[in-house]
């Protein structure tokens, strides 16, 4: 036993040494004196221990009382910050305190050593009232966005008159109507009997070779038969009430898919037409073509384009492998179908157009295209020329107005993401932004730039969300528009002219590069909550142990970070908050037009970019992506520019977020008030942890998510997007957790719901592909519930 104590006491000491001396890098780079004492006081205790000496125990114990009293300091009562400060401390510390305890408990001639223990217990419970103490008297927290309008008062009751008119039993659209508001009118499922949800059957739209993990696409419903597809260039056809598979087209099988996703169809019915085609689905391949297919036997429709098939590359130039793809759902209004593209971020200036066309959705042939660099010229660019390289793309959803005539696409911002000072006066003028089209004609109606100048990679990723929305002056036409870096602006849709207030605030202007110029304000929307969280401090730094907490503060500390929005510098990391990834992305937001509550769910994981000079790119080997070799979309070359970029997500040599959770929350907003109802975090870590490991947790702590949510007429919200592959049903009202279901794999997609006309049942409907950057769990199924027949 001697010398498993000596042992033990080694560990003390060497853990203290590693704890003092990065504590004491952490305070050459202006941060906390914590780990520097900490250290020294766990070292103390090891030595002594190793000595014999009885103050052992005293020197750890003044270090748990410290450390208690700090981590109240720090994060007051928060229970995963807690976790993070006080785990590590008291699991080390066990063998130490236990053993003192036994040693007093058997020395009855000791009555003195029996004593004191009391004082220790009196320590600990008094340290939290020093941290408290010591908070009321430091320097007040960040304001977090999110409330600074207040909370709702009440939930707010039915409208007069909901948001938008609301469609039928099937789901026709990606977002279920043109609007994309992602609400459902049926309410057969209800907060009283959604726990009684179960499977009702499962498809799989495999294939299984090649790249896994693409199976992000929501289902359209049109009567009695579903239609989806996947990321392998396939399109499915499904019987609506029991999954079975009615058809199945494979656009392309030209080599293995890329990887990207299929994210959904679109449907047609041509007008005063009867026999075949009568009925068509629109669909992308990768390759990348439209393509128009019977529904009803998955037949290409040989009357459109070229044997049922139009190529999207024509007029592009010379267009790299993988370097143009279509992963949303086409948008077909008045009789086009309208589509824009995704590129290959950050490899060259001079990357393909951004193009936005409209074909004819019964012949195929091109009606229009919007060319930002040309926008007087609406045809094909002539013989010998091309679209004009490099401006910004539209990859989103996209929404449409039949009424009004006018289709709204929300804008990347223009390649490369990290470096601007090459982009020309129509790319600012439109990248980043929602613009108007005329969906006749492709003239340019109106413009709103969510941000200035974009050099963060904040494109604008959500489908607008189309409602009719009550003003004191009456109903007015508007837009929802989500962005990544959290904020929702609301929008007239005949005007682009903003209904909630915006405001052009400044933003940090200090250390971009060189020959960058950076717009000095940026426009906030002032009567919405904002989904970008707090200033991040060097206390919101977190970590499974104190050795990777304490990395993540360093890198805080070294890091380049003003607040959100700060620019890019040269040889220094940059941290994005939020992160590239969002804030909000492609999910966008579902709204309850009967009530007016809008439901986001939303991330708060900050990126990290890293901008070099070009030398240093060659020196890392740094290439773009041609089809081969190269890194892809895992880095920014930039070529054709100065400089290069490293990017990625701000985590700890374990592979955890260095910011604390919660990374994924869901919140519901009252629409009229601004406000917020509730929020909370969204999903456990039972299949994510350190390293890559699963942890099994089954805590609710907030995790990454990707994909959406739907609302239905009966109260409820529906979710999957969580790395635990948990499919949830929330009261949109209360936010309570009602119902949950495994699924195969991640629900990185956004669900929907119908209702079969073949037995009356309400069904609501995921795909479960999950997600293989995340580390998911992967399957090629998707998953329809129903209550029992």
Known sequence: MRWLWRGYAILLVIVGAVLAVGGAVLVSEGGSLYYVLTGLAIGASGIL?????????????????????????????DPWGLVARLATPLVLGLPMLLGWWRASRRSAS??????????????????PLVGIGLRSMGPSLPVDPLWERG?????PQPLAQPLASTPGSDWQHYGNDQGGTRFSPLAQITPQNVDKLEVAWEADVGPFEGVRGSLQTTPINVGDS??????????????????????RYAMSDAGLPSGKPCRGVSYYRVPQARGACTERILATSQTPELFALDAATGLPCSGFGERGRVKLLEGLGDVPAGYHYVSSAPQVVRGNVVLGGAIMDGQYWGEPSGVIRAFDAVTGQLRWAFDAGRPDRRGAPPPGESYTAATPNSWAPISADESLGLVYLPMGNATPDFYGAQRRPFDDDVASSVIALDAETGQRRWRFQTLHHDIWDYDVPSQPTLIDFPTSNGVRHALVQPTKRGEIFVLDRETGEPIKAVEERPVPQHGALPGERVSPTQPFSTDMPSFRGAKLREADMWGLT????????????????EGTLTPVSLNRTTLFDPGYSGGINWGSVSIDVDRGIMMVNWMRLPSVVEVFSREEARRRGLERFDGTKGQGAAAAPQENTPYAAKNGQFLSPLGVPCSAPPWGLLTAVDLQGGQVIWSKPLGNGRDSGPLGMRTHSPFTMGVPNSGGTVTTRGGLTFIGATVDSMFRAFDTATGEQLWQSDLPGAGMATPMSYQS???GRQFVVIAAGGRASLKTRLSTKIVAYALPK
């Open 49 to 77: 221990l190793w000595r014999g000496n009885g103050l052992a125990h005293w020197a750890y114990c003044a270090m748990l009382a410290g450390t208690l009293a700090w981590a109240v300091y720090e994060v007051r009562f």
């Open 110 to 127: 000791h009555p003195r050593r029996r004593g004191l223990w009391p004082v220790v217990v009196s320590a600990m419970v008094l340290a």
């Open 151 to 155: 909370a709702a008062a009440a939930v």
């Open 226 to 247: 579903l239609y989806v597809c996947n990321g392998h260039n396939v399109v499915v056809a499904l019987d609506a009430e029991t999954g079975r598979e009615r058809w």
């Open 546 to 561: 104190p050795f990777d907490q304490l990395a993540c503060r360093i890198l805080f500390r070294r890091a380049n970070y």
């Open 757 to 759: 006309p073949t037995s």
